[in-house]
């Protein structure tokens, strides 16, 4: 079966637990070791078969998921405080998708015949990396794990993965699942821990060969050394500070929901959350006034109900970061609406939503990633100001712009410094898409065939056709 590592006199208490699941196991140094040699073992057996049977177990693992459904969403709800409605039917749905789509890839692993001398034959093959470490951040729990298992599984790999210590229920059912679905043992692992113990041990492992990680600028930037300094290949997925741009002549309805969604959606725990709205300067107070009346009529509460849309954010340490954003030194000085106030649940790390008004673009509030229930609201008087407040920052994931000029927006997206360009949508997202940064928001890519090719080696393979002469006669 997949293996799933856990040591039962390990157990520790989590940090985050918003409701009574408080304590999980932890990986040791021996487990890790368990783990690689499983995965050694299983990866080439699993390269090796055929091409059909190992999609056809992928697909099994998707039509796995949607049976799983309400335990999933259950799971990654009480660990992230993620409300229900989005855990057990849209995250779902896409984790389903995602091993959908790479299923599909598994007989698209061409490589190509080069044309050389004509004395010869050059063959470009693609290979499995081997073994893939995969480091999972507590926001998506699922998606980010699918994210990461179903590419390094479709291209030959075998993955050992290390979900967040405050999310980490979702990836144990997840490998049962898999084991349910047919997935040879050993080709998925999940090991239990912090980042700084078994996350880094991972990244370290010789036999590891690639590693993909979702997380913080700093944490990825430290990987990052550390696979720079092994010569290790690597996916980073980081940080971000999407500029939602807004022109008077869009449609302001559609775009106010857009942004409430894309800013307020899980807590503003997201990388690509329109926390930066840039407005054009006449529509400015109209539009804050329609995501003010929205935010007012939206749920926060228990992410359990069906009718909550925000819930809690992942720990109390979290919350006191986002707290301590909103009420330090960056917002001093700064306007903020009053928004109506709400009660919130007790038990829960609950945050109220914010907004503040005519931010400066270079204000740390504006620049940082807060990754919390709030919004800075710039305004702009031309398309080359808000181009480049757009752009002024170290972070590159996505800009978000809303027009009814085909012009304007196709020269946003050209000029945009990002890895994903949304224009008068939020959010769009499709295993078959690219998805990653520019600038500090990380290096490669994760879906489409672009992260079929990241996780695999190239060979270039030379036949002699005739009777080999040496140029040295
Ligand atoms: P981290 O980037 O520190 O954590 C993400 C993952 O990396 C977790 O599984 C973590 O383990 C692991 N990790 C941490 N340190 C190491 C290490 N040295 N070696 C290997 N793995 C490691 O994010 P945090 O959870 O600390 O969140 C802090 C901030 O990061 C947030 O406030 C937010 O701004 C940003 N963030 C961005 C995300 C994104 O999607 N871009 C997602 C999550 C956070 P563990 O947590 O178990 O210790």
């Not at 990986?27 to 999609?55: G, K, N, P």
């Not at 499995?128 to 030959?156: C, D, E, F, M």
């Not at 109220?352 to 305004?379: C, H, K, N, R």
């Amino acid at each position: 079966m997949a293996a799933i590592l856990l040591r039962h006199d390990d157990a520790v208490h989590r940090p985050n637990c918003w409701r009574s699941l408080d304590r999980c196991t932890v990986a040791s140094t021996q487990d890790l070791e368990i783990a690689v040699e499983a995965a050694r073992r299983a990866q080439q057996a699993w390269w090796l078969s055929d091409d059909q049977d190992r999609a056809r177990i992928l697909r099994r693992i998707a039509d796995e998921i949607r049976l799983h459904a309400n335990a999933l969403g259950t799971l990654d709800t009480l660990d992230s405080g993620r409300p229900i409605r989005d855990t057990a039917t849209r995250d779902v749905e896409r984790a389903a998708r995602i091993f959908e789509f790479f299923a599909g890839t598994t007989d698209r692993l061409r490589g190509a015949v080069v044309p050389v001398q004509p004395s010869r034959t050059n063959l470009v093959e693609y290979e499995p990396i081997g073994i893939v470490g995969a480091i999972t951040p507590w926001n998506y729990p699922l998606t980010n794990a699918i994210g990461k298992i179903a590419p390094a599984l479709a291209t030959g790999n075998a993955v050992i993965l290390k979900p967040a210590e405050a999310s980490p229920l979702s990836a144990l059912l997840l490998a049962w699942i898999a084991h349910k679905a047919g997935l040879p043992a050993g080709l998925l692992n999940v090991l239990n821990g912090s980042g700084a113990t078994i996350g880094e041990m991972i990244v370290r492992h010789p036999d590891i060969g690639k590693i993909t990680f979702t997380g913080s600028t700093p944490t990825g930037r430290h990987i990052g050394s550390i696979t720079g300094d092994l010569l290790k290949s690597v996916t980073l997925e980081l940080g971000g500070k999407t500029g939602f741009i807004l022109f008077a002549d869009a449609d302001l309805d559609r775009a106010a929901d857009a942004l409430v969604f894309s800013a307020f959606n899980n807590a503003g725990q997201t990388c690509t959350a329109g926390s930066r709205p840039l407005v054009e300067a006449s529509i400015a107070k109209d539009f804050v006034d329609r995501i003010a009346s929205r935010l007012n009529d939206i749920v926060i509460g228990d992410p359990l109900d069906l009718e909550t849309r925000i819930g809690p954010v992942i720990s109390a340490r979290h919350r006191n970061m986002i707290l301590a954003h909103l009420a330090g030194p960056s917002t001093t000085g700064l306007k903020r609406l009053e928004l109506p106030s709400r009660s919130l649940p007790e038990a829960g790390f609950y945050v109220s939503p914010s907004i503040f008004l005519d931010v400066s673009p270079t204000a740390a509030i504006a620049q940082e990633e807060v990754f919390g229930p709030m919004i800075t609201v710039t305004s702009f008087t031309s398309d080359d100001e808000a181009i480049e407040m757009a752009n002024a920052t170290r972070h590159g994931l996505a800009t978000t712009v809303w027009t009814s000029s085909f012009q304007r927006a196709r020269r946003v997206s050209r000029e945009a410094r990002s890895g994903l360009v949304w224009i008068n949508t939020a959010h769009s997202l499709h295993p078959g898409s690219p998805y990653g940064g520019y600038k500090q928001s990380g290096v490669g890519v994760e879906m489409g065939q672009e992260a079929v090719q990241q996780h695999m080696k190239i060979k270039s393979v030379w036949m002699e056709d005739n009777v080999w002469q040496s140029p040295w006669g």
